[in-house]
């Protein structure tokens, strides 16, 4: 976890390498919607699998994913190392499914929006944004953007979320990156973010 003490982190980032390709492989093989609070990779439940939302490994993977972030200054496109190392925070947030279910708070560790607007010219305003997802096809094409307002933007727990729980994303909760907001329909915390369009909508 990334709240406790520097051995533990250390022990971490030895783990995590050697877990991560496998975390990948099982996260595209599960099931959707995981019956009991708590199932699903990174300890929590998921919503739509990378595989149910044809989310290609290939297309998320170091050399090929790029995040591509519009605004008044022009585009910017940033690959997940370069996210990495831009300041990160964390928020303790719920996803919350209208489809019934929600899940406890989870840890989450990213960017936050307002940086990535900042980013792109909006030092002190952040606008709205139009969030867009890798996905294509499956499920309801709607999850494929969200809209979030600037006020959500603008919430300091709004992060463009790399990590949760102490590790990578699983590919099945949005990795590389996805959006997590608070109070907020789950809907709105897109998944395998690829374009972050801010200014007015
Ligand atoms: N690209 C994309 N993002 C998405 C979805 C989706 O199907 N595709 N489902 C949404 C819904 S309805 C919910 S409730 C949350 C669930 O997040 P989780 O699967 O990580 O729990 O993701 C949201 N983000
Ligand atoms: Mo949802």
Known sequence: MWFVGGGSLLLFATTVGQNFDVLRRTALLAPHGGAEPGGGPNGFQINKTAAYAGIDAAETGRD????????????????????????????????????????????????????????????????????????RHGGHGAFRHAALRANQVADPR????????????????????????????????????????????
């Open 64 to 135: 090929a994913w790029r995040l591509v972030v519009v605004g008044r200054t022009g585009t910017v496109r940033l690959s997940r190392a370069q996210l990495a190392g831009l300041p990160l925070h964390s928020s303790a947030l719920p996803i919350a499914c209208v489809e019934g279910w929600s899940t406890s708070d989870q840890w989450w560790r990213g960017v936050r929006l307002r940086d990535l607007a900042a980013l792109v010219g909006y030092e002190d305003d952040p606008p709205d944004v139009l969030v867009e997802s890798l996905q």
């Open 158 to 201: 709004s992060l463009l979320a790399l990590y949760v729980n102490g590790e990578e994303l699983s590919l099945d909760h949005g990795y590389p990156a996805r959006v997590i907001v608070p109070a907020a329909p789950g809907v709105l915390n897109t998944k395998w973010v690829a374009r972050m369009t801010f200014g007015d909508l």
